[in-house]
Each structure stands twice: as structure tokens, then as C-alpha cells.
């Protein structure tokens, strides 16, 4: 019983093409958040969200938008896909804004 | 901006040996403090979470946290070859709301068997 779990956990694509990860939780959390650690290693918080508000790292492109279907969920889809964006992705959720648990993540690379 | 600031190392440590692992932190307003380890090829896992000053003991871990030097810790006794990971300090500037957790780039600790 997988407490956040992501899919696909690899995922190879073309530049320019469309794509999403999907996230879910099983921990009766109330806020999920998406990062994105880069090939140097460096965790960085993209998007937090839950029932009353998101919050957008202002440093992530427009190109990226989180979509949650219900509260266990918070997919990211990802438009126009560039080699800058490869890199791992993790989904994490929390309760209020206590310990976050991650997911396994998702290794994007796009070629 | 908010930075948090941890020796990337490595940090070379004797097996059973005490490894101590340090942070600094920008943000004044912080609340929430927390030590997360990375294996290599895997996701960060939650060891420790701090919110108030003093230590906190869990097993062999202990976290300090001193919010007037903005500075936390972890201390890690009788190392073990299995504590051989990346450290990341982390840290919530709000005490409530979906903020994110702003993290340092990781102290790599080896233990040395």
C-alpha cells in the first residue's frame, strides 16, 4: 500500500511534445506538491496545492500546470517539452504544511 | 530570497563515529524545519522534523534547532555503513497554507566501515 505513487516512472520523449505524470496519495492528505530535482542534484519546489489555493514557483514556465481531479490527485502536465526539462520529477503531499512524503518520482528526459 | 546553505561535502565518517551535519537558513520567518535522506536513484525520505528551538531524539538522530543563529543540525550516532546518502535540509517558511519546502543542495555523508 504505496503512500504517494507516481506514473510513468520513466519517461523519454521528443522535444516539443505534450506530456503528463500523474500522482496519487493514500494518506488522507490535504496539500500535494510537485519539485523538480535537476542533474546537479537540487530539489526545487515547482507548485503547491491544495483545496483553497496553488502556489507557483515564479521561476517555472508557463509551459507546466498541475491539475488535481480530487485531493487525493495532482497530476502535471507538461506542454512543449524542452531538453532543459529533463530531470526528475516528485510529487509529495502533506498535511497542512507539516511533513511532506515523497513519491518514487518520474525520471523525464526529453531528446 | 530564501536560501538554505549545507556543506555539499563529502563528509567522511568512521563507522560508529557521531556524524554531524549542518544548515544555515536565510529566511527569519521560517517555522518548519526538517532533514530528508536521498539514496542515489531514489526518493527523499523524511528522518527528522524540527519546529521549535532545542534537540529533538529519534533512534539514533538528533536534530537542533537554533532559530536566533538560524541554524539546524542533525547528528547522527553510531554511524553506520547504511547512513552512507545525501542529507537535505529543509526548511517551510509559513506556519500554515500550501508552502513548499525550500531545500539546501545536500551534504553527501560516507561512512567508512
Known amino acids: 500500500d504505496t503512500a504517494v505513487s507516481q506514473t510513468p516512472k520513466y519517461l523519454v520523449t521528443q522535444m516539443g511534445n505534450d506530456k503528463s505524470i500523474k500522482c496519487e496519495q493514500n494518506?488522507?492528505?490535504?496539500?500535494m506538491y510537485w519539485y523538480k530535482q535537476d542533474s546537479k542534484k537540487f530539489l526545487k519546489i515547482m507548485f503547491s496545492?491544495?483545496?483553497?489555493?496553488?502556489?507557483i514557483n515564479e521561476t517555472v514556465p508557463n509551459r507546466f500546470s498541475p491539475k488535481s481531479p480530487d485531493k487525493a490527485h495532482l497530476n502535471l502536465h507538461i506542454n512543449s517539452l524542452e531538453l532543459g526539462d529533463s530531470a526528475v520529477y516528485f510529487c509529495?503531499?502533506?498535511?497542512?504544511?507539516?511533513?511532506?512524503?515523497f513519491g518514487p518520482g518520474t525520471r523525464l528526459t526529453v531528446t | 530570497q530564501k536560501e538554505v546553505e549545507q556543506n555539499s561535502g563529502p563528509l567522511s565518517v568512521p563507522e560508529g563515529a557521531i556524524a554531524s551535519l549542518n544548515c544555515t537558513y536565510s529566511?527569519?520567518?521560517?517555522?518548519?524545519f526538517f532533514w530528508y535522506r536521498q539514496y542515489s536513484g531514489k526518493s527523499p525520505e523524511l528522518i527528522m522534523s524540527i519546529y521549535s528551538n532545542g534537540d529533538k531524539e529519534d533512534g539514533r538522530f538528533t536534530a537542533q534547532l537554533n532559530k536566533a543563529s538560524q541554524y539546524v543540525s542533525l547528528l547522527i550516532r553510531d554511524s553506520q555503513p547504511s547512513d552512507s546518502a545525501t542529507y537535505l535540509c529543509a526548511v517551510v517558511h509559513s506556519g500554515g497554507g500550501a508552502d513548499g519546502l525550500t531545500f539546501g543542495k545536500g551534504t553527501h555523508l560516507i561512512i567508512q566501515p
Open positions: 529566511d527569519r520567518g521560517s517555522q518548519s
Open positions: 494518506l488522507g492528505h490535504d496539500t
Open positions: 496545492y491544495n483545496n483553497k489555493e496553488l502556489i
Open positions: 509529495a503531499s502533506s498535511l497542512f504544511s507539516y511533513e511532506q512524503y
